[in-house]
């Protein structure tokens, strides 16, 4: 026998569910059920394949998340309003300098979510080659699910099951601090960009740090204030290198 339990939890982030290239109709409506099992309703498509009857019949109850999904050309249309990008990978590495695809598990990431505010997206890659690593240089965080190594890769719509259940757990009551927005965030890696050329960062490390700045700000999660005190700082000392060059050169 199987017992659920309903909890009455506060209202979950606004999440923005985002399934790249599908290829299997059933499995879009099986993730459409499945958000609807834990309280999520918007759904994003990036070139999917056609959504028919056997996505309708998998949907059940969530055929309105279903009709409702959005359509887009390409990733970057469809994270333009996003404030905070989620990557799900089957592939992990233990290997600091391998960064792009170091993730946490579903458990620790819905932690640091829950916290948030503003528009985050979950990115759910193809059934057979998953998130590309120039859309996974787009995400601030990268989660995966721990399985065998015999067969890591799960099917999408059980992953999509996993990863609604811990965010739906960690969902909590408590007043939450405000969080900067996805504009104040990258003008705060502008500012970062700004430093590295001040000091004369070389050129050939800029790429893989910039990107291990931003991961690093994703798992920390600062709040609006912190962001603004840390934008403040590396933009002052951005500044205060480039007028010492400029007084050198004269």
Not at 72 to 85: G, I, P, Y
Not at 126 to 139: A, I
Request: with cysteine; hydrophobic share 40%.
């Amino acid at each position: 026998m199987i017992i659920i339990y309903l909890y009455k939890v506060s209202q979950m982030p606004d999440y923005f569910v985002l399934l790249v290239e599908p290829k299997t109709e059933g499995n879009v409506g099986a993730v459409a059920r499945s958000m609807m099992n834990f309280g999520l309703n918007e759904l994003g498509l990036v070139n999917p394949c056609e959504i028919g009857d056997v996505a309708q019949k998998r949907a059940m109850k969530a055929i309105g998340i279903l009709e409702g999904a959005r359509t887009f050309d390409s990733l970057e249309e469809a994270l333009a309003d996003m404030d905070f990008v989620v990557g799900t990978s089957g592939v992990n590495t233990l290997g600091e300098r391998r960064f792009i695809r170091i993730a946490l598990t579903p458990e620790e990431a819905s932690e640091k979510l829950s916290e948030m505010d503003g528009k985050i997206a979950l990115l759910f890659g193809r059934e057979d080659f998953g998130l590309l690593n120039e859309e996974l240089k787009r995400c601030d965080m990268l989660l995966r699910i721990p399985s065998s190594e015999e067969y890591p890769i799960l099917n999408i719509s059980h992953a999509a099951n996993i990863l609604f259940y811990e965010l739906f757990k960690h969902q909590s009551e408590k007043e939450k601090p405000r969080e900067a927005s996805g504009f104040e965030k990258e003008k705060l890696y502008e500012h970062f960009e700004r430093l590295l050329d001040a000091i004369s960062y070389p050129e050939h490390k800029k790429g893989r740090t910039k990107m291990m700045f931003r991961r690093l700000m994703g798992r920390a999660t600062p709040s609006k204030w912190e962001f603004h005190a840390m934008m403040g700082v590396i933009s002052s000392a951005a500044d205060r290198l480039n007028r010492n060059k400029s007084k050198m050169k004269d």
